[in-house]
């Protein structure tokens, strides 16, 4: 049933948008250089990323928190877990050991809307996840 809301809400975005015009973070690079690496690594006092959308026109992108996200948990953060669902991963900053929570709040949009990352405690990764640690 989830699959089916899914699938209509992407023919809806695509109607209103075009396809050519509609941009998944699946077209983003994948790949750091070292002069962007320092600036995308989470800082000490970031507890939360939520991402968003952009609208220029007819276009409607991932925002650069979205973006920021993206290449986080594909370079650097590790995955150390999925939840029951299967929509919420577990990572770990390797620098520092933090756990960090990725979910889509928005789910009833298509693909479970913007990504978040949020900070959780360990006594909580080890509550809601089973970790591959």
């Excluded at 979205?66 to 299967?86: F, H």
């Excluded at 693909?111 to 900070?119: N, R």
């Amino acid at each position: 049933m989830t699959e089916l809301i899914i699938l209509d809400l992407l023919g809806l975005v695509e109607q209103l948008v075009g396809q050519e015009n509609f941009h998944s973070k699946s077209t983003y690079p994948k790949k750091l250089n070292n002069k962007n690496y320092k600036m995308m690594k989470i800082k000490p006092f970031e507890t939360e990323l939520k991402g968003g959308w952009t609208f220029s026109g007819s276009k409607v992108e991932l925002d650069n928190v979205s973006k920021r996200i993206d290449l986080l948990i594909s370079n650097y953060l590790i995955e150390v877990g999925v939840d029951d669902s299967g929509w919420n991963k577990l990572y770990k900053d390797p620098e520092n050991n933090r756990y960090w929570e990725l979910n889509y709040p928005e789910s009833e949009l298509h693909g479970g809307g913007a990504p978040q990352l949020k900070s959780v405690s360990q006594e909580d990764a080890e509550k809601r996840y089973i970790l591959k640690e």
